[in-house]
């Protein structure tokens, strides 16, 4: 390489108001010596350009006939349009089979062929205005095909343009494509084979997750585990109260606590009724989503006034604090996917490194584990209010030198291994060895492949 700084640009297809684990891979990319920028999506209601320290985070406006394409809705379909919903509804009386499949208007055909129709106005600003750079780390499968197009680019200008997928969900295993025909879901996971081919390494969130992509796609190499655990933290002195400060919950009622998305399968009815079934309990939800307007006026409702609030995020080097004032926190997530099976999400490592046992699904088999081994909170039924209360109580309701020894153990096994700066290793380590161009080498041949499709 040449005398200049090496340079990444980690692909996040969100706003990044924080993305929590694209920061921390900006921060240890940047504490090795990278120039890091984060590229983002611009939504209107963020800054375009911001910093974080020594890191840029830059929002792209999507462009092109994709925004008009992603953002059409049936609302005045043209008489085409109805002719072919209808011709296809008459179809299904005869042959079922075609009942899978949506109705072929050219809208349903874009959204097919050009799999994901969404991020790829997006993909167009970035391909007209991102930088150059040696490094593209691609979070999930909406950055991916991107990136394979600015790697390229950024070879044939003299940087390395060296791909990292990290896949950060399993999400064609997932609950986002509920209604989506088998033979349609195939053809997304052969796209993704296509990108997968290409990229130069691949990092996951955990170890399970690892096997099961090594598995389905045959990598030369496994893929690196990144876990989405989080920086040590050391408690202060006298223990944290700012849920209470902010809502008003007395000191004499527990405080249970549900971190992140707010939206449909998080389990968020059950929680709520599951802490009504205690005897002097309050169930805070901390973050954003669709379901945030709704929580809130739930909130006010005779039935949940005192025990349901709803709070906006915070930023994430401010969460261990919040975390650390509940007195338990909930995972209640529905396992109906492989994805939620396996997953290991910010919530469940945000807990444990403030100290804050958790009540986890039975279903949720990487996260059970590791409750259970390491004597961390409790295992419920999420589908079933009485059975979250009943492990809800197992916590709270022991004796108090017990929960102290439970939250203890929370911040040892974090402190000890599983912490960021454990974790992170591996991955720079594999950074070092792409971008100095020594190391697993790539996937694909250093000139790439044709064009994302």
């Known amino acids: 390489m040449s005398r200049r700084r090496r340079r990444a640009v980690i692909l996040v297809a969100n706003p990044a108001a924080p993305y929590s684990r694209g920061l921390r891979i900006a921060r240890s990319l940047a504490g090795a010596g990278f120039e890091v920028e984060i590229a983002a999506i611009q939504d209107g209601s963020h800054a375009v350009q911001e910093t974080e320290g020594s890191i840029v985070v830059r929002r792209y406006r999507p462009i092109g006939r994709w925004v008009r394409w992603a953002a059409w809705r049936p ?68 950055s991916i095909g991107v990136a394979l197009d600015l790697g390229r680019r950024a070879r044939r200008q003299g940087f390395e343009g060296r791909i990292i997928y990290d896949v ?9 494509h509920p ?39 045959r990598t030369p190499t496994r893929p690196t585990v990144l876990l989405n655990c989080q920086p040590r933290w050391t408690p202060p002195a006298v223990r944290p109260d700012q849920l209470r400060a902010a809502t008003g919950i007395p000191p004499e009622r527990k405080v249970i606590l549900f971190l992140g998305r707010l939206g449909r399968d998080r389990g968020l009815e059950q929680a709520a009724e599951a802490t009504l079934l205690l005897d002097d309990a309050a169930l805070v939800l901390m973050g954003f989503g669709p379901w945030a307007d709704r929580l809130r006026a739930q909130d006010a409702e005779p039935r949940f006034a005192g025990r349901h609030f709803t709070l906006p995020p915070v930023h994430p080097d401010e969460v261990p604090l ?51 081994r390491a004597r961390v909170g409790a295992i419920a039924d999420p589908a079933d209010p009485a059975d979250l209360a009943r492990a809800l109580a197992e916590i709270l309701e022991q004796p108090p030198e017990d929960l102290a020894a439970m939250r203890q153990r929370c911040l040892d096994i974090t402190a000890q291994h599983l912490n960021w700066e454990t974790a992170v290793g591996d991955y720079l380590r594999l950074v070092d060895e792409l971008v100095a161009g020594t190391g697993r080498g790539s996937m694909s041949a250093a000139t790439g492949g044709p064009e994302a499709s």
């Open 75 to 142: 609302d005045h379909p043209s008489a085409v349009h109805r002719f072919i919903v209808r011709a296809h509804r008459r179809a299904g009386r005869f042959v079922p089979a075609a009942r899978r499949f949506p109705a072929p208007t050219l809208d349903a055909l874009r959204r097919i062929a050009w799999f994901p129709l969404p991020a790829r106005g997006w993909w167009a600003g970035l391909r007209r205005q991102a930088p150059l750079a040696d490094l593209y780390h691609a979070c999930g499968i909406l």
């Open 168 to 176: 950060i969900d399993v999400n064609l295993e997932s609950n986002n």
């Open 179 to 217: 209604k989506v025909a088998p033979e349609i879901l195939s053809f997304y996971r052969w796209k993704e084979r296509r990108w997968v081919a290409r990229a130069d390494a691949i990092v996951t969130v955990n170890a399970p997750i690892a096997d099961h992509l090594e598995r389905i796609w």
């Open 322 to 372: 919040w975390t650390a004032s509940a007195d338990v926190s909930i995972i209640a997530v529905p396992a109906d996917s492989l994805n939620q099976r396996l997953s290991t999400p910010n919530k469940f490592w945000e807990s444990l490194t403030a100290g804050t046992p958790v009540v986890v699904g039975r279903d949720l088999e990487v996260m059970r584990s590791i409750v259970e």
